[in-house]
């Protein structure tokens, strides 16, 4: 009997060790520190401060750049806010985002399609890719905080065919959603 209980303490301490260790490659991402991490962009804290603290810090904006995080408001559904990385530049109502523990809880998604949908092209609201398609739901931003600091214009972009600098606004063409797709996102009629 004795041996029996002791038995089971060890596979429970045992299976309790084992349910703790996780690979690296496993690892689990919040939005926040991920952007953070691939954009060199230095705010810390929740999604949802990232606008304000940038200020002063980081040159904003409602344009579009590669390297600069696009700041998601917080809404009842996303309390904390959102944040994601531009990649690509695809068109002035259409980007392409890099972002963590959007679709999948604690998951990196890598080329997700964001496309402007506000009223006045002042990316103050848009639509992000889920899975194989559009997401229904649009979703208020804030902006674009620049990743080279308070004078971001000295910040050099590396352009994707190359390894030579481009001091100029770095807009990458990529494959894009078909226009009829855009158009209906943004309600325009084809």
């Known amino acids: 009997m004795k041996f029996g209980v002791v038995a089971a303490r060890f596979a ?6 084992f ?6 490659q496993a ?7 991920y952007a953070r991490e691939i954009s060199g962009i230095q ?7 990232w606008w304000s603290q ?10 579009p750049e590669v390297g600069a995080v696009l700041s998601f408001r917080s809404t009842g559904h996303m309390r904390l806010g959102h944040v994601a990385t531009v990649t690509a530049v695809v068109s002035d109502r259409e980007v392409v985002l890099n972002h963590a523990n959007w679709s999948r809880r604690g998951g990196i ?7 402007d949908v506000s009223a006045a092209g002042d990316w103050s609201m848009v639509k992000v890719t889920y899975g194989q398609g559009l997401g229904t739901t649009a979703y208020p931003t804030n902006g674009f905080i620049y990743a080279g600091g308070k004078s971001h214009d000295a910040f050099r972009h590396a352009t994707p065919d190359t390894d030579e600098d481009d001091t100029s606004r770095a807009t990458v063409q990529i494959a894009s959603l078909d226009a ?3 158009a209906h996102a943004i309600g325009v009629a084809n």
């Not at 429970?12 to 060790?17: I, M, Q, R, T, W």
């Not at 690892?27 to 520190?33: D, E, L, M, S, V």
């Not at 705010?43 to 401060?49: D, E, K, L, M, Q």
Request: proline share 4%.
């Open 12 to 17: 429970l301490v045992v299976a309790c060790a």
């Open 19 to 24: 349910s703790t260790v996780v690979p690296a």
């Open 27 to 33: 690892r689990f991402w919040q939005c926040a520190p």
């Open 43 to 49: 705010i810390f804290g929740n999604a949802n401060t």
């Open 54 to 63: 940038a200020a002063g810090k980081y040159d904003r904006g409602q344009t």
């Open 109 to 115: 998604e890598m080329a997700a399609h964001a496309i």
């Open 180 to 182: 009829g797709h855009v």
